[in-house]
């Protein structure tokens, strides 16, 4: 069984369907609210549970009812909760998500998320060490980030960086990353390129491979020579929350298949994704991604 070890956020996503996306100072009524587990972290861990891998979790929730919610949540899809620090003095992280028209706009709040320690990341060296590859994200401290990042490499585990939110990183930072894992905005952030270059220059000059997400388009990814194309999976959308999360899941879990193999794995898991509510509702089991994998290659 694949072993993967994710390193980042846990929120409780407050989401609201609308029939669209409210302007300044603008007040209309929403169809539907829910509060949905959520946090990059988290769902990355949930997807590669779901398709089938051993995973476990480093966090940190706060002691309230949020934080109670998200454990259960997490334990009941089988995740290693070990290094999820729950901290009395801090609320659990929060993402208040507006959904219209198949797309979202999302406002974090990271609390305990914000209190992700290297100290924490070097506490999980055991479970890195053991693992086929390492997921980490920016919505936790950056020095939790570069923690990961330098400790994967160290011990010789591929560490997939999934640079959101984004902002620029140091280079030698972007090395140790066995990919990097954009879309094209985050590209270019990351590099502190101009958004509007062509993003296959952008993926030649980054000094890492990059596996470049472009939502319906499916990916382009680039581990060495020219950047190659992945289609994406025809679907329809009803709420893409989750689905760069779900994308970078399933590249890790099917990533000992070959790098070709895997984007297109994770094109379709990303895909299926999409077509239920929710960032962790829609996220597929492998048994899903196996049958439509079956289907798409008959």
């Not at 996306?21 to 990355?44: C, M, S, Y």
């Not at 979790?57 to 899809?77: H, K, P, T």
Request: some cysteine.
């Amino acid at each position: 069984m694949t072993r993967i070890v994710v390193v980042g956020s846990v929120n409780m996503d407050l989401v609201t369907q609308a029939p669209r996306f409210v302007g300044p100072g603008e007040t209309i009524l929403g169809d539907r609210f829910l509060t949905v587990p959520g946090g990059k972290g988290a769902n990355q861990a949930v997807a590669a549970a779901r398709l089938g891998a051993e995973v476990a979790l480093v966090g940190a929730i706060g002691n309230d009812a949020f934080g109670a919610q998200l454990r259960d949540g997490l334990v009941s899809e089988g995740i290693d909760l070990s290094q999820l620090t729950q901290l009395d003095d801090c609320g659990s992280g929060t993402a208040s998500i507006t959904v219209a028209e198949g797309e979202n706009q999302i406002i974090v709040v990271p609390a305990a998320n914000a209190r992700v320690t290297p100290a924490q990341v070097e506490s999980a060296q055991a479970l890195i060490s053991r693992a086929d590859a390492v997921l980490v994200q920016m919505e936790i401290p950056l020095d939790a980030v570069e923690a990961t990042l330098r400790l994967g490499h160290r011990l010789g585990t591929p560490v997939i960086l999934n640079p959101a939110p984004a902002q620029q990183l140091p280079t030698d930072w972007l090395r140790l990353a066995r990919y990097v894992t954009p879309n094209q905005h985050e590209l270019a952030i990351l590099l502190g390129a101009d958004l509007a270059e062509d993003f296959r220059e952008l993926m030649r000059r980054a000094p890492c491979p990059v596996v470049l997400t472009r939502g319906g388009e499916g990916a382009w990814y680039r581990d060495a020579g020219e950047p190659t194309h992945q289609a994406g999976f025809k679907v329809s959308v009803v709420d893409s929350t989750g689905a760069g999360d779900t994308f970078n899941a399933a590249l890790a879990v099917f990533l000992h298949e070959g790098l070709a193999a895997a984007v297109r794995k994770a094109c379709l898991a990303a895909a299926l994704s999409v077509t239920r509510l929710g960032a962790q509702g829609g996220m597929p089991r492998l048994a899903e991604l196996d049958r439509q994998l079956s289907e798409h290659s008959a």
